[in-house]
């Protein structure tokens, strides 16, 4: 198993990279972790110092030392501490030269190495999953825990790359323009994905325009040969074909049966013959020019479909098979935590549910791509009992999505609007008692919903307290019941989730 170390530099080096004065001069030869947690610092290890919000790394320069680490990344001198100090102007920054240094001594190396970029408003995060999933199975890969996909992120997982890595999955996300721009200087991408162009962010970024063009600066970034795999059924990110240098497509939407023009276009996949088992896992046939093969994978979702085919389109990029890729993605049977994870809940009195946690963030793209799985789940349990089939009571626990602009109220409403027309039984919106944007979106969510001729169900509540007693009177009085839990990470569900579990 790879130690995710970074490249072995000498510490005058590393100064000299990130444009730092050190309070002495020193000349040593270290391989460290790099990190920004003093609770995470082992022997030997670089502590970067970073001012946030809530807390100043500086105040704990003194504790790393303590724990082991050799030198520490500050933005002033800690004049009490014996530790080797790199004085920065800003140590984010900094924290981006360093490991822009590293990739850049890991590509002076003569053997290969492949850096997959990955961006989009939906699905980063599973599609990094999924290739993690395939490509560690082959060689020595890195990829970001969770969601790192910041200028702190991306830069802290960039700095585990050292010899032994043979593939990067550097995720990336963006607030605003020229964030993706940034990110791809320190690590310029092989191979670009770009998933999908939607709203998430629109209240920072103020047009799905903006949004396209950030999103399009990872295609910008590629390396001088690289590669841009892109949604074929997306306009905006259709477009981006003509910034780089090849093109490789996934299609997402998936057809019916192959289409015979299509069945020889060696330059995109797609997929087809679309099933659910029961535990809505996709299980379809993918297309890659005359090739047509089985593909089961063993996380939920009919939304993942598209999510698989680019991971899968990357990994053919890298040079692997078709095959070999199919056969390791379905073998992923885990993905980060909080989205589209499922289990069973049981309560105390023996009462019991389905929960589809998909709580980590939400967006409206992301927000009924949750709703569909809760709903796909219905239908799998349908085809698989057949005759013996006990009708599933579907339960929407739904809280605000942020940064959706002056027009939150409306893609909230018509959230609301989606789970009535789509047939969810009964919707909990989930507010705040402290907190009125969430009660203003929550209460939007159930006005949407409360159009005429639908039998939706519809609470909304102040607090997570109130979901769980009421999901137990659902779930009580409902023999099978499934629960989805989504919305921001301030909407608490994860929360809820966490506790669930």
């Known amino acids: 198993m790879q130690d995710n170390r970074m490249m072995t530099a000498n510490i005058a080096e590393i100064a000299k990279a990130i444009h730092a004065q050190m309070n002495r001069d020193e000349s040593f030869d270290i391989t460290p972790h790099v990190v920004s947690d003093s609770r995470q610092i082992t022997q030997g290890d670089i502590f970067v110092a970073i001012n946030g919000e809530n807390v100043d790394g500086h105040d704990y320069v003194q504790t790393a030392y303590e724990a082991g680490a050799v030198a520490a990344i500050v933005e002033h001198e800690i004049p009490s501490c014996d530790i080797v100090q790199l004085i920065v102007t800003n140590s984010v920054r900094a924290l981006g030269d360093l490991a822009r240094f590293n990739i850049q001594k890991r590509r002076q190396l003569q053997d290969d190495f492949t850096i997959i970029g990955i961006t989009g408003s939906v699905g980063k995060t599973t599609t990094k999953d999924l290739l993690f999933g395939i490509l560690s199975r082959i060689a020595p890969t890195v990829a970001p825990v969770g969601s790192f996909n910041n200028e702190i992120g991306l830069p802290l997982t960039c700095l585990q790359v050292n010899e032994q890595t043979r593939y990067l999955v550097a995720e990336m996300g963006a607030n605003h323009v020229g964030e993706i721009a940034y990110l791809t200087t320190i690590a310029p991408p092989d ?12 209240g920072e970024f103020g047009s799905v325009e903006q949004i396209a063009q950030a999103k399009s600066e990872i295609v910008r970034g590629l390396v001088s040969n690289g590669v841009a795999v892109l949604n074929k059924a997306d306009e905006h990110v259709k477009v981006m074909s003509v910034l780089a240098p090849h093109t490789f497509w996934f299609d997402p939407v998936v057809r019916n049966s192959s289409n015979a023009e299509e069945e020889h276009d060696s330059n995109c996949l797609y997929a087809t013959n679309l099933q659910m088992d029961a535990l809505a896992h996709p299980r379809f046939t993918l297309v890659y020019g005359e090739k047509q093969l089985p593909v089961s994978l063993q996380i939920s979702g009919e939304h993942n479909v598209a999510n698989a085919m680019a991971a899968i389109a990357a990994v053919i990029q890298c040079g692997i098979n078709v095959e070999t890729a199919v056969r390791n993605i379905a073998l992923v049977q885990s993905i980060s935590p909080h989205r589209m994870a499922i289990s069973t809940v ?57 940064e959706l602009g002056e027009n939150s109220l409306l893609l909230h409403r018509q959230i609301g609007e989606f789970c009535a027309q789509q047939g969810v039984q009964y919707l909990i919106a989930v507010g705040s008692k402290t907190d009125e944007m969430l009660n203003a979106s929550a209460q939007a969510i159930a006005q949407g919903a409360q159009g005429e001729g639908t039998n939706i169900s519809i609470e909304c509540v102040q607090g997570i307290a109130q979901v769980k007693q009421l999901v137990h009177d659902i779930a009580k009085n409902n023999t099978e019941s499934v629960v989805l839990l989504k919305g921001s990470h301030a909407s608490g569900l994860s929360e809820l989730a966490q506790d669930w579990q």
């Open 191 to 202: 191979i670009s994905i770009v998933l999908k162009v939607g709203v998430a962010h629109l």
């Open 346 to 402: 049981l309560f105390d009195d023996g009462v019991k549910f389905t929960l589809i946690d998909d709580s980590f963030n939400a967006n409206p793209d992301s927000m009924k791509a949750g709703i569909r799985g809760l709903l796909e789940w219905h239908e799998a349990k349908k085809h698989q009992d057949n005759q013996n089939f006990t009708a599933v009571c579907t339960i929407a626990v739904l809280g605000a999505m942020l």
